[in-house]
T-cell receptor, first 113, second 117 residues
Framework: LAKTTQPISMDSYEGQEVNITCSHN???????ITWYQQFPSQGPRFIIQ???TKVTNEVASLFIPADRKSSTLSLPRVSLSDTAVYYC??????????????FGSGTRLSIRP | NAGVTQTPKFQVLKTGQSMTLQCAQD?????MYWYRQDPGMGLRLIYY???????DKGEVPNGYNVSRLNKREFSLRLESAAPSQTSVYFC????????????????FGPGTRLTVL
């Protein structure tokens, strides 16, 4: 199983770029990296998913180095509404085995004015 | 298009009572999931269903049973509730496989807050 390690918490200010790094040293060849965002009292929401190099969508970018042992979620110009818990998941897209779905404890991001 | 719906939103049980948490999705997804989230913790997978009629144990299946009634519905049953099962329960669904276009995005419901006294 590809276990992930993230910082427990991070603080930043409105307008700043925030980078959250996830370590996954034993990632498998067929594993993808997925990030979710969770607000209090809500279910998680998908942010971005990637396999290698860089992926960008309208809300975030995901940077994955060549060895794929880590990944970085980049949130450009954060606002107060980005205060949430961010989870990094590593696993195969097919999820052929449920045991491969590991959410971990996440990173609690706090944005200040 | 409601996405993933869960009932009830809140429930209080006494130790030993049983109940079923209901989940339904209207996105025609093949895969459905049940998670629990304890205070201040991440989500832990209880059970997973890759398709109608199939279920698979996750990380913490003890004390729970599931039924994939049809493609839309996936229920979670607590036969004899215990205080250790006090948690928030989330249901999720996703489309897995080639038809997903290379992504596996899970869509989550609003959760059920369960307290077992």
């Amino acid at each position: 199983l590809a276990k992930t390690t993230q910082p427990i918490s991070m603080d930043s200010y409105e307008g700043q770029e925030v980078n959250i790094t996830c370590s996954h040293n034993n990632i498998a060849t067929n594993d993808y990296i997925t990030w979710y965002q969770q607000f209090p009292s809500q279910g998680p929401r998908f942010i971005i998913q990637g396999y290698k190099t860089k992926v960008t969508n309208e809300v975030a970018s995901l940077f994955i180095p060549a060895d794929r042992k880590s990944s970085t979620l980049s949130l450009p110009r954060v606002s107060l509404s980005d205060t949430a818990v961010y989870y990094c998941l590593v696993g195969p897209l097919g999820y052929s085995s449920a045991s491969k779905i590991i959410f971990g404890s996440g990173t609690r991001l706090s944005i200040r004015p | 298009n409601a996405g993933v719906t869960q009932t009830p939103k809140f429930q209080v049980l006494k130790t030993g009572q049983s109940m079923t948490l209901q989940c339904a999705q209207d996105m025609n997804h093949n895969s459905m999931y049940w998670y629990r989230q304890d205070p201040g913790m991440g989500l832990r997978l209880i059970y997973y269903s890759a398709s109608e009629g199939t279920t698979d144990k996750g990380e913490v299946p003890n004390g729970y049973n599931v039924s994939r009634l049809n493609k839309r519905e996936f229920s979670l049953r607590l036969e004899s509730a215990a205080p250790s099962q006090t948690s928030v329960y989330f249901c999720a669904s996703s489309q897995v496989g080639e038809s997903a276009g290379g992504y596996n995005e899970q869509f989550f419901g609003p959760g059920t807050r369960l307290t077992v006294l």
